[in-house]
């Protein structure tokens, strides 16, 4: 199959690409490298060396023989010439991985939140508007998130996108409709993912664009059997306050002896997917899309779930770390429970690949490895959620005064 993977430099585009490569897919990464620019802002960069796009991909053709395309287009900005791009390539299924994804970079100020939102909804808007004017049936699988969906606990599972509902008829009855499950977001990041699922409903109904919405819980791990090929294949791997995620955080800190930073009790439970079973389960998802006409299939992409808390003490006992519990830059709740269904991938043969101390300690090995290009005071957190919040998260666990970046 040709397919156009959006944001294929990132984090899980990256080996998404090479995974599908491997498989024998024609591959076509459209990304406009803001990531990278990105870190240019913060002062950061990816744990891991990571080479340029054109090297990546050259070193891939040397390992397989197989090509990567590679194009620089801003999928949220230059409209025409993705347009001109689409109705060109004409790839059977497009993966839309192209967003600006940390909750705290999308709270770091006004000018933070403009961007992503701007980007965000930009992005989504101009790909479903081009395949629509291109007239190209392609199937759409886009990264979402489990934070569409707010995390809280009601005492029942979390469904797969979509909640059945009895509505009181003037009629007396009651009228059965499932609808997409209440969006709660956390943050102006995860309000633009809820942004995007209207977006993909009007797209769906009124056009009837083929679109998968995967709702991926937090992605942990580096490597996948593709990125071990070769040391030039390497994933990037984020541990900055704005761009690390939790569990990667927590292998990185410890393994350069720096406290494990849990916000406030460590109460939030999430939902966890290692970096290999995304991989898997965005081919399968590509394996099963939905018929033009079909409402927007959405699948809960997401193996087990953690409490912050227990994953730190999890982390700290297998290496001796510390733990420090910090004041909580987000507006969130203390604690919460999650219950999260995801038959579906189950049901096409995911064997999820759960949190074990062998994989845990591979990631702690790789920060081991590149402990030389942290800078320990981009580790903190310090993007607040709310102006009554800054002022409490000044000072980081090793007691110094903190200064935001960007
Ligand atoms: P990432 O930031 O590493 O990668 C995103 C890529 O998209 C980058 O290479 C960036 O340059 C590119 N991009 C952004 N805006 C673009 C634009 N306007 N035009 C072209 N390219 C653009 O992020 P990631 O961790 O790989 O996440 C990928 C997707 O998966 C995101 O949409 C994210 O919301 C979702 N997701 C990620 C996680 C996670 O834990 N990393 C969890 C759930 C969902
Ligand atoms: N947290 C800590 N200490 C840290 C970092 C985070 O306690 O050092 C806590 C946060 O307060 C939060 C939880 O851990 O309660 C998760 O934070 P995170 O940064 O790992 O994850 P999140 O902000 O939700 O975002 C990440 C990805 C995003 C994706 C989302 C999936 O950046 O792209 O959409 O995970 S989910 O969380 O399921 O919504």
Sequence with gaps: MKIAVLGGDGFVGWPTALHLSAAGHEVHIVDNLSRRWIDT??????????????????????????????????LARDYEVFKAWLAETRPEAVIHFAEQRAAPYSMKSDRHKNYTVNNNVNATHNLLNALVEVDLDAHLVHLGTMGVYGYSSVGAAIPEGYLPVGIDTLAGETARQEILYPANPGSIYHMTKCLDQLLFQFY???????ITDLHQGIVWGTHTDQTRRHVQLINRFDYDGDYGTVLNRFLIQAA?????????????????IHIQDSVRCIELALREPPARGDRVKIFNQMTETHRVRDLAELVARLTGGKVAYLPNPRKEAAENDLVVRNDQFLALGLDPITLEEGLLSEVVDVARKYAYRVDRSRIPAVSAWTRDIAPTVERDPEGKRLKSVG
């Design 256 to 272: 350069i002896g720096y406290p494990l930073t849990v916000h406030g009790t460590g109460g939030q439970t999430r939902a966890f």
């Design 41 to 74: 802002e913060l002062g950061v960069q990816s744990l891991t060396p990571m080479d340029s796009i054109q090297e990546r991909t050259r070193i891939w053709h040397q390992e397989t023989g197989r090509r990567i395309h590679f194009h620089l287009i801003d």
């Design 204 to 210: 769906a109904k009124n056009d009837g664009l083929r």
